[in-house]
């Protein structure tokens, strides 16, 4: 089945400090993915849409200067979380549609703690 | 906004079977209807889909009313690793149609 690689599973890092997360599929090309977030006892909040070969599309409220979103291949879209503070903290998911046929796709998520 | 109404939690015996319904009357034609869940710390995974007729696979059963309003999630017999947030979801399933996620339902099994 279609399987979405997340990368790193938990991340420390210091205030001020960026991060990277990797989400990549691994045997299926993903023209789109989407970038999620998601808060203790909450549900997901969609962040982003990020297309391949193209500027990234935001949610209302979602500082496009602090996420960074590159989709440089068909199988990579990486979010860059720049100059974090603690209230980033918090579990990003990316996803993207299969053209296998089994719907979406999730990351196993990226615990993201900023001290 | 998410498009689809759930009940905030259930509760099942193990080994029973659990129904999960949900809401979406303003489901439009071209909408597929689409069952997640999350267990605690990891991403969603897929549990079924269908867009008119019922649909069966291993993980469970999906029953769609006639008019499209409403849909049914059917876990057979429910076991202790079920216990999970169910999130029902409309989509187009065009790959640069977003999904919106609700509140979902959260399950518990008890032993």
């Known amino acids: 089945g279609a399987v979405v690689s997340q990368h790193p599973s938990r991340v420390i890092c210091k205030s001020g400090t960026s991060v990277k997360i990797e989400c990549r599929s691994l045997?299926?090309?993903?023209?789109?993915m989407f970038w999620y977030r998601q808060f203790p006892k909450q549900s997901l909040m969609l962040m982003a849409t990020?297309?391949?070969?193209?500027?990234?599309?935001?949610e209302q409220g979602v500082e496009k200067d602090k996420f960074l979103i590159n989709h440089a291949s068909l199988t990579l879209s990486t979010l860059t979380v720049t100059s974090a503070h603690p209230e980033d903290s918090s579990f990003y998911i990316c996803?993207?549609?299969?053209?296998?046929?089994?719907?979406?796709?999730f990351g196993s998520g990226t615990r993201l703690t900023v001290v | 906004d998410a498009k689809t109404t759930q009940p905030n939690s259930m509760e099942s015996n193990e080994e029973e079977p659990v129904h999960l319904p949900c809401n979406h009357s303003?489901?439009?034609?071209?909408?597929?209807i689409h069952w997640y869940r999350q267990l605690p710390s990891q991403g969603p995974e897929y549990v079924i889909h269908?867009?008119?007729s019922n649909v069966n696979n291993r993980m469970a059963s999906l029953a769609i009313a006639e008019d499209r309003k409403s849909s049914t999630l059917i876990l057979h017999r429910a076991t202790l690793r079920d216990a999970a947030v169910y999130y029902c979801?409309?989509?187009?399933?065009?790959?640069?149609?977003?999904?919106?996620f609700g509140k979902g339902t959260r399950l518990h099994i008890l032993p």
């Open positions: 045997d299926f090309q993903a023209t789109t």
């Open positions: 269908g867009l008119t």
């Open positions: 990020s297309n391949e070969g193209s500027k990234a599309t935001y």
């Open positions: 996803s993207a549609l299969s053209s296998l046929g089994s719907g979406y796709t």
């Open positions: 303003t489901i439009s034609g071209t909408d597929y």
């Open positions: 979801i409309l989509s187009l399933m065009n790959r640069d149609d977003k999904i919106i």
